[in-house]
């Protein structure tokens, strides 16, 4: 279970949802994780050394982002 009760794993990603200094550490344990694709970091979670880090290790990486914002404006 991670230590951060603000984020959340699933089988294939990762999110932080709230804005903290160490944010990192969320995307960290995904790395730890193979089952897990992508980390997603909510709005105002901006991890760039992170967010090297994931897509160093192949996987996806969502940075300062909304799914409620995203979603509707790419499915149109």
Do not use: Y
Not at 6 to 33: I, K, Q
Not at 39 to 56: G, I, K, M, P, S
Request: with cysteine; hydrophobic share 40%.
């Amino acid at each position: 279970m991670p230590r951060w009760p603000t984020s959340r794993s699933t089988s294939t990603w990762s999110t932080c949802s709230a804005a903290r200094p160490d944010a990192g550490g969320v995307a960290d344990e995904a790395l730890a994780r193979p089952e897990v694709r992508a980390v997603w970091f909510q709005l105002d979670v901006v991890d760039h050394a992170a967010t090297e880090r994931v897509r160093a290790a192949g996987r996806t990486m969502v940075m300062d982002r909304c799914p409620a914002i995203e979603w509707p404006r790419l499915l149109g």
